[in-house]
C-alpha cells in the first residue's frame, strides 16, 4: 500500500524558516517523480514544486522560486522541502504527493497519491 | 498556463446531472487531470488526460475536451459525491490547478 507520511509543519514567525519532510512506503521510490502542493485555509490547490524520478528537472512555482528547495533522499525514501524567509501568504497545508509517471519526467503528471498533510502557519 | 473553472459553486439533489467547465488559457492538448476533494482530506484523482477514469473511480464520472474547453460530467449526482473540484493541466510546468467548484447539496 502507497503511503506518504509529511512532518516537520508548525508555527514560524515571518523570514524564519522550516523543512518539511515526507516519508513514502508501499513502491519505488526512485522510480517516481514527487511534488509538493499546498492549500491555504479555505482556498484552492496550489502546485509548489515537484523533484523528477530522474532528477534532472526540479522545477518551481515563481512565489516560491529563491525561497523553497526541493530535494529527495532515494536511499531513505524521503523528500523534503526547505523553505526560507517564509511570508504570511505561506500559510498553508503542505501535501506531499507522488506524480503518475504517465509521461516523460519532464512533463508533470496526474498526481496519483497523496499524504494527509502538515499544516505550516507564518504568524508573528 | 492558467485554468479558469466554472461555476464557482453549484447547488444540486441527488440523481442530478451536474457538468463542471475548466478552460485553459491555452492549447494543452488533452492533459488535464480532475480531482474531488471532501473538507479536512487530501484530494481524490478522478480523471486523468481529460476522459480516462482512474481505476476505481465510479462509472458516473466522465470527462470530455473540447479544444481548451474541459468537462467533467457525473451523470447522476450521489451523497457521497458533495465535494470540491479541481482541475489540472499536466501539460508543463507548473502544474496548474483550477480555483475550485464546490458541489452543495440542494
Known amino acids: 500500500e502507497v503511503q506518504l507520511v509529511e512532518s516537520g509543519g508548525g508555527l514560524v514567525k515571518p523570514g524564519g524558516s522550516l523543512r518539511l519532510s515526507c516519508t513514502a512506503s508501499?513502491?519505488?521510490?526512485?522510480?517516481?517523480?514527487m511534488t509538493w502542493v499546498r492549500q491555504a485555509p479555505g482556498k484552492g490547490l496550489e502546485w509548489v514544486s515537484s523533484?523528477?524520478?530522474?532528477?534532472?528537472?526540479?522545477p518551481y512555482a515563481d512565489s516560491v522560486k529563491g525561497r523553497f528547495t526541493i530535494s529527495r533522499d532515494n536511499a531513505r525514501n524521503l523528500l523534503y522541502l526547505q523553505m526560507n524567509s517564509l511570508r504570511a501568504e505561506d500559510t498553508a497545508i503542505y501535501y506531499c504527493?507522488?506524480?503518475?509517471?504517465?509521461?516523460?519526467?519532464?512533463?508533470?503528471?496526474?498526481?496519483?497519491?497523496w499524504g494527509q498533510g502538515t499544516l505550516v502557519t507564518v504568524s508573528s | 498556463i492558467q485554468l479558469t473553472q466554472s461555476p464557482s459553486s453549484l447547488s444540486a439533489s441527488v440523481g442530478d446531472r451536474v457538468t463542471i467547465t475548466c478552460r485553459a488559457s491555452?492549447?494543452?492538448?488533452?492533459?488535464l487531470a480532475w480531482y474531488q476533494q471532501k473538507p479536512g482530506k487530501a484530494p481524490k484523482l478522478l480523471i486523468y488526460?481529460?476522459?480516462t477514469l482512474q481505476r476505481g473511480v465510479p462509472s458516473r464520472f466522465s470527462g470530455s475536451v473540447s479544444g481548451t474547453d474541459f468537462t467533467l460530467t457525473i451523470s447522476s449526482l450521489q451523497p457521497d459525491d458533495f465535494a470540491t473540484y479541481f482541475c489540472?493541466?499536466?501539460?508543463?510546468?507548473?502544474?496548474?490547478f483550477g480555483q475550485g467548484t464546490k458541489v452543495e447539496i440542494k
Open positions: 491555452q492549447a494543452i492538448s488533452s492533459y
Open positions: 504527493a507522488r506524480d503518475s509517471n504517465l509521461d516523460y519526467d519532464s512533463f508533470p503528471s496526474p498526481i496519483d497519491y
Open positions: 488526460a481529460a476522459s
Open positions: 523533484f523528477s524520478r530522474s532528477s534532472r528537472y526540479i
Open positions: 508501499g513502491f519505488t521510490f526512485r522510480d517516481y517523480t
Open positions: 489540472q493541466q499536466h501539460n508543463s510546468y507548473p502544474g496548474t
